[in-house]
């Protein structure tokens, strides 16, 4: 296993870890034993910035299943790497954040910081993979993880409901995305995405389907419309969960994977438009709903939307590079530029902002900013913080924020010169940042300016520790140092990643010149800045006069009242017919489940056209075995009509152990030897159970001839017998048995065949049996335990 592998599953065996050092070591918080390791893997990362810097990439494989093609190849370029720094170096602040966030004595820290290791561990395997289905199960485990970290406070229905709405929205479209894999690797013929790049994929038939399935994946992930809702009703986790997960981790994974795959689908018109467009609709629209947001997680988390929104459309927009750029132009790299730069911003100054909201809901005991106010006096430093981030985040200088808003307006400038309808690119960008400077300006003078309000407060106001500060500190001193020498990141950073993005545009290796600077004169971008300041102020001075339109967005025309709506109506339809087709009666139930096979069936055999019986190859009845069947028709009479229930147990039995005995005249030893044990144990539980029963009442009750029963009973009958006949007479396959005969010994090395079948050949369908054991018995535990939780609650 190479040492990029181990860095990748150190996340996971540290969570093992995690759960006795909260047990046994109470002393200190667990976030101390847990921080070393973030740190450990950043400084790791930084270790490849050389080989990125000159456009080189670090592969290395392991085998994982082989008999399946599946391998776990793992890459750093510098896409991957920039998100890896990202993964790492969040990680680390969020880890200290949080030390002083939760306190020892209130919280669970062992399951946060398993669940927050489990975390990082996927998202490290989703940027660093290069197989797709190691990339999909790493992905899967990002919706688990965060689906346990949102819940974290499971007592709280807010946190179970959006924990639920966040899995259901993501996984849904992970399992898109999942066929959309399968169909890119059918089209291409390998599952490893750097091969991919390298194939000519457009004439398949099966390229389309995999670009729409793809996208629901990312666009689920990453929030864009219209399944941006589950990220708002996410907030309700621990702030150091929402500053990870929300600005820096899990949202930005669907922004990778559209980055990842733009040079194989981005050739493609219909790519290219749908994501533009659809991260446009989605940086307006949560902008435009931010504003109306009284709870300062909410803000963020509409904010946090539109600006992955933002993100996104410039991902779309710089896959116009494919279709219309030359070397010597590079037009539509500034997309790719301004997205991969504000990529790294917004991580910046989002995760600073958020531990700022938690912060003052920490130290005032409220996020709602109609009882905030005045705390610039109070907490200057977080109010220094805070104001740095919001300038950024709406753009202004000279912050690294209007930076990458510049370029973005560049980017949509040039994109309207593509297609006519191009032109509301730039005007809806523009508009959606009015929208944005206003938001990031309600979110600092609501809070901080105004009036001091101490007696809506739930806690007298104060600074927060130096501990708790440390990390924001960081994030925002970042801002601003970005914001003054960008081109810090220019060759190291944003070079290669840009690269690794149009990937086929570039010689091999060859070198991106990139320069970033404040001032380029009076361009229409400088204007539309402007612009965003004025109309932005102007909102702001006259929020209170029109700010009453968002109450005329009735409620029940929301995304979120349709989601909720379509699980009331989906419990309301299942409960109707469930109580119209679930009576309770066992009988009505066989008499659903017979006759579904028998339709079934039949319908197979007609549509097939396989109705050909020849009966001259049977081999010859015996007198025995004749005897034998009449035998078992009794005992199976004997069992339906018998008044006691030991009568009834050992006709049934009778009935198993004549099986056994055709299995011994039709020379199947293990068989018969496997049927004779079944059958006892069987007769074993049947009598202790029934040993406990009443017995059979005395009163005798007449039971009526139901032709619909008779009918049934007789079509389940016919239809076995006339499958069994034409399996018999239409062998259209040769007998899969030999296979077993010639490879149980060779490849299982076993003598025993069935057992081989079973343990080997049905290897996986013995796993499946055996873990739907397990997660019955662990839910019956679990019920179990909360019983008597509630009974010592009492």
Known sequence: MSTLHMTMLAPFLLAILVPFLYKFVRSLHVGWFVLPLPIALFIYFLSYMDEVRKYEVVRATMPWIPSLDISFDAYVDGLSLLFALLITGIGSLVVLYSIYYLQKEKEQLGNFYVYLLLFMGAMLGIVLSDHLIALYVFWELTSISSFLLIAYWYKRDRSRYGAQKSMFITMFGGLLMLGGFVALAIAGGTYSVRELMQASLTEHALFIPALFLILFGAFTKSAQFPFYIWLPDAMEAPTPVSAYLHSATMVKAGIYLIARLTPIFAVSSLWVWTVALVGLVTLFWASFLASKQTDLKAILAYSTVSQLGLITSLLGVGGLAFHYDWMEENLFMVAVLAAIFHLFNHATFKGSLFMVVGIVDHETGTRDIRRLGGLMTIMPITFTIALIGSLSMAGLPPFNGFLSKEMFFTAMLRAKDVQAWAVILPVVAWVASIFTFLYSVLLVSRTFFGTYKPHLLEKEAHEAPLGMLVAPIVLASLVVVIGIVPNVLSHSVLGPAVYAVLYGLFAPNEQIDIYISHWHGFTPELFMTIGVLLFGMLLYRTFSKWSGLYNRLSERMSLNFVYD??????????????????????????????????????????????????????????????????????????????????????????????????????????????????????????????????????????????????????????????????????????????????????????????????????????????????????????????????????
Request: include cysteine; glycine fraction near 6%; charged fraction near 15%.
């Open 565 to 794: 709506q379509s699980f009331i109506w989906m419990e309301r339809g299942s409960q109707s017919l469930m109580s119209r087709i679930m009576t309770g009666s066992m009988r009505t139930y066989l008499m659903y489940i017979f006759t579904a096979s028998v339709a079934l069936l039949l319908f197979t055999v007609g549509l097939k056209k396989q109705w050909h019986i020849d009966l001259s190859h049977l081999a010859p009845v015996r007198v025995y075995e004749i005897v034998l069947a009449v035998a078992m028709v009794v005992a199976t009479a004997t069992t339906v009509v018998a008044k006691s229930r030991l009568t009834a147990i050992v006709s049934l039995g009778a009935v198993g152990y004549g099986v056994a005995l055709f299995f011994v005249l039709f020379r199947a030893p293990d068989l018969a030897l496997t049927q004779l044990v079944i059958e006892t144990i069987s007769a074993a539980l049947f009598l202790l159970c029934f040993y406990h029963l009443p017995k059979f009442s005395q009163k005798q009750e007449s039971v009526g001839f139901h032709l619909g029963n008779a009918f049934i009973s007789i079509a389940v009958g016919v239809t076995v017998s006339v499958i069994a006949f034409l399996a018999y007479a239409g062998k259209h396959f040769d007998s899969i048995s030999q296979y077993y005969v010639d490879n149980t010994y060779e490849k299982a090395a076993g003598k025993n065949m069935v057992n081989v079948i079973l343990v080997d050949f049905r290897g996986f369908d013995t796993l499946f049996e055996i873990c739907v054991l397990a997660i019955a018995a662990l839910g019956i535990y679990a019920m179990v335990k909360l019983q008597l939780a509630k009974e010592d609650e009492k």
